[in-house]
């Protein structure tokens, strides 16, 4: 450790991420389907100890030990071996209609109970040990709630309840998005039952169309609404069906329609029921919610939205070759939108009129037809993997830390930028691509910025050793850093876990 870390951060740095993109002589087209490696920096007494370990997921296993890729993700189709002979062979076409989704949970750690599971975007989690990165069981949402897809970004009431949401596709005829809630805690009596089997559908949204549900990385939530952004960046799930049989990967079955709607839809938490007037916007793709909250009337998101869809495609592995930063530039630049949205307006509003009462740019425009259109007010350009003090989530706040990326995918910088004065402060250095920070708030925090910000830092050169970096989240200034001498990956999103929150292994 060079510097000095708090003596108050005492806890868990959990990682996760693709780690291996080659097994045997076959390999993943695409950075997102690569097995998943999770990755932690345990805090104690200044000191900080290092481990990663591969999840060690059935995919894992499977691949593993036929030396080659035989699961399927979402950018990358696998075949059973081909001399197999006819009748297997159209057996294996026709089982994979519905497919069986991978285990391999690569995208975020997700607390329920008094447990950590690793999530990806499937209906499977598997649960880990926080402690040694241990694989543990596997749960099927689909036992509990009719999804075959389910974010890996849920939100967390103050009871400590998880809530998320999925896509059942075709289920009874119909395509939905369910809002469930997985309960903290199971009563005293069922002490041996899991919460899952407590998990409770809140609502369900119908979808647009029956075979074109929309893709959703994230959803948003204030005190009392859930937020959800029904996109024009759609999974076909008739090219998804015939996609084995055509040798297509399933990631080529999404699609964007620059020329549709984008729907807001708000979902009262107390009534269960949808806000019936239709709010929508212009076309975009976004991943990633930023906060929400209410004032006067009004609900306020800000999210994180492109353009088009050439993220995606960027991060196909032959696309991510030594000369990356110079070839590959996105095509839209990520921008953080921030939209006002008037829950309470005026019934006899004149059509064309700007129904927002709040000082800001943004505007909801009232049509002939009663919907609304919104346009938003843009915060700051070039930010992704934004983070907040999560205690201000729902609540009105300032403070986004995020990811600075240019034209190039690939981070170079963390910022933190105060959404009201429009301020930001940047840590970087030359060489240095930093992961998704993560804010962790001092024990006597009275200010939304008491803490310390966390971020790993992967170097350009392979053989300059990566670091965790800890900052002052006030000032943005390094406090410390620990040096580790291993080759460490890019990953996607990971959890601080204070040590109160940690299970002692006897429990």
Same mark, same amino acid.
């Given at each position: ?33 690569? =097995?998943?490696?999770?990755? &932690?920096?345990?805090? /104690?007494?200044?000191?900080? !100890?290092?481990?990663? +370990?591969?999840?060690? @997921? ?28 006819i009748f297997a062979k159209a057996f294996s076409y026709l089982s994979h209609t519905i497919p069986e989704f991978t285990d391999n949970c690569l995208i975020n750690i ?52 998880? =809530?998320?949401?999925?896509? &059942?596709?075709?289920? /009874?005829?119909?395509?939905? !998005?369910?809002?469930? +809630?997985?309960?903290? @805690? ?216 995020a990811t600075r990326v240019q034209w190039s995918p690939v981070p170079t910088k963390i910022a933190k930028f105060n959404t009201q004065t429009k301020e930001m402060l ?5 060489d240095c691509w930093p992961s998704e920070p993560v804010f962790v708030p001092s024990p006597d925090a009275k200010e939304e910025d008491d803490g310390v910000v966390l ?53």
């Amino acid at each position: 450790v060079i510097g000095h870390l708090p003596t108050w951060l005492q806890g868990v740095l959990l990682r996760n991420g693709p780690g291996m993109h080659t097994i045997g002589d076959s390999k993943y087209n695409h950075w997102f389907d690569g =097995l998943a490696l999770l990755h &932690s920096f345990t805090f /104690k007494n200044g000191e900080v !100890y290092y481990r990663s +370990k591969y999840l060690r @997921s059935d995919t894992y296993n499977c691949n593993i030990e036929a030396n080659r890729i035989m699961v399927s993700e979402f950018g990358t189709m696998a075949y059973p071996d081909p001399c197999k002979n006819i009748f297997a062979k159209a057996f294996s076409y026709l089982s994979h209609t519905i497919p069986e989704f991978t285990d391999n949970c690569l995208i975020n750690i997700m607390k329920a109970g008094d447990d950590f599971y690793a999530t990806g975007e499937t209906n499977f989690i598997r649960k880990i040990n926080p402690q040694t990165l241990e694989t543990l069981e596997k749960v099927d949402y689909s036992k509990y709630v009719a999804v075959n897809l389910a974010t890996s970004h849920p939100h967390y009431d103050s009871a400590g309840n998880v =809530l998320n949401m999925g896509t &059942s596709i075709v289920d /009874k005829g119909k395509t939905k !998005y369910l809002l469930f +809630k997985i309960p903290s @805690s199971v009563p005293e009596h069922e002490k041996k039952k899991s919460c899952f089997k407590h998990l409770e559908v809140v609502c369900s949204v119908p979808s647009r169309s029956l075979l074109h549900p929309s893709y959703y990385h994230s959803f948003g939530i204030t005190e009392n609404y859930i937020i959800f952004i029904e996109q024009p960046f759609r999974l076909d799930i008739l090219k998804m069906a015939t996609a084995y049989m055509r040798g297509v990967s399933w990631a080529s079955c999404l699609a964007f329609n620059k020329d549709d709607k984008t729907w807001f839809h708000f979902i009262d938490r107390r009534t269960k029921k949808e806000v019936s007037t239709k709010f929508y916007t212009d076309a975009m793709v976004f991943f990633h919610h930023v906060n929400a909250y209410e004032e006067d009337g009004h609900i306020i998101f800000d999210i994180i939205a492109y353009t088009d869809n050439s993220l995606y495609d960027m991060f196909y592995l032959k696309n991510l070759t030594k000369d990356f930063e110079e070839n590959v530039k996105l095509t839209s630049i990520p921008t953080c939108r921030r939209f006002v949205v008037p829950l309470q307006c005026d019934k006899d509003a004149v059509v064309d009129s700007n129904l927002v009462t709040l000082p800001s740019t943004a505007t909801a425009v009232k049509e002939k037809d009663g919907s609304i259109y919104c346009q938003p007010e843009i915060l700051c350009e070039g930010i992704e993997l934004p983070r907040i003090n999560y205690d201000y989530n729902g609540k009105k706040y300032k403070y986004v830390f995020a990811t600075r990326v240019q034209w190039s995918p690939v981070p170079t910088k963390i910022a933190k930028f105060n959404t009201q004065t429009k301020e930001m402060l940047q840590w970087g250095q030359d060489d240095c691509w930093p992961s998704e920070p993560v804010f962790v708030p001092s024990p006597d925090a009275k200010e939304e910025d008491d803490g310390v910000v966390l971020t790993c830092v992967v170097k350009t050169d392979p053989k300059d050793p990566p670091f965790l970096l800890v900052l002052d989240a006030k000032t943005f200034t390094e406090l410390g850093r620990a040096i580790v001498n291993v080759e460490m990956h890019m990953d996607l999103h990971g959890v601080f876990i204070p040590q109160q929150d940690m299970k002692t292994e006897t429990e």
